[in-house]
């Protein structure tokens, strides 16, 4: 996929008290794991370097969830407890926002990939680059 332009899109969680926005391009490449919380929650990854991610509101509604290495910070509303987005272990310098979570209007045709999150440790280096400046 040839790089398109970054447009700037705004998410939230259900209640609204958590409010983000990221830049990333109107058609991107998301991911789809199958790993136990992300198969759980339906969770569809668009994942971005740091400085791409801004919490717009709601830092102080965001609770931790950490499992097996503590390495992803996984950030629910304290509220309605929809994980928006989070730190994901497999790029931990970048944020996965859930593109479910994101508001239509500026979202194109998201192509989604599945990913093997089953089987993570051999197929987490697949998504490294993502979180690249």
Not at 45 to 65: A, S
């Amino acid at each position: 996929m040839k790089h398109e332009r970054l447009v700037n899109h705004r998410g939230n969680c259900h209640c609204g008290e958590v409010r983000f926005e990221v830049q990333a391009p109107r058609r991107a490449k998301v991911q789809e794991c199958n790993c136990s919380i992300c198969a759980r929650t339906g969770f569809v990854h668009l994942i971005v370097p740091k400085d791409r991610f801004r919490l717009l509101h709601g830092k102080d509604m965001l609770q931790t969830y950490t499992f097996n290495t503590g390495t992803a910070r996984h950030l629910f509303c304290r509220r309605c407890g929809i994980k928006s987005f989070y730190i994901p272990r497999s790029n931990p310098d970048g944020y996965s926002v859930n593109v479910r979570c994101l508001e239509p209007e500026t979202i194109g045709d998201f192509i989604v990939e599945a990913f093997d999150g089953q089987n993570w440790e051999s197929n987490a280096g697949r998504l490294r680059h993502l979180s690249d400046a």
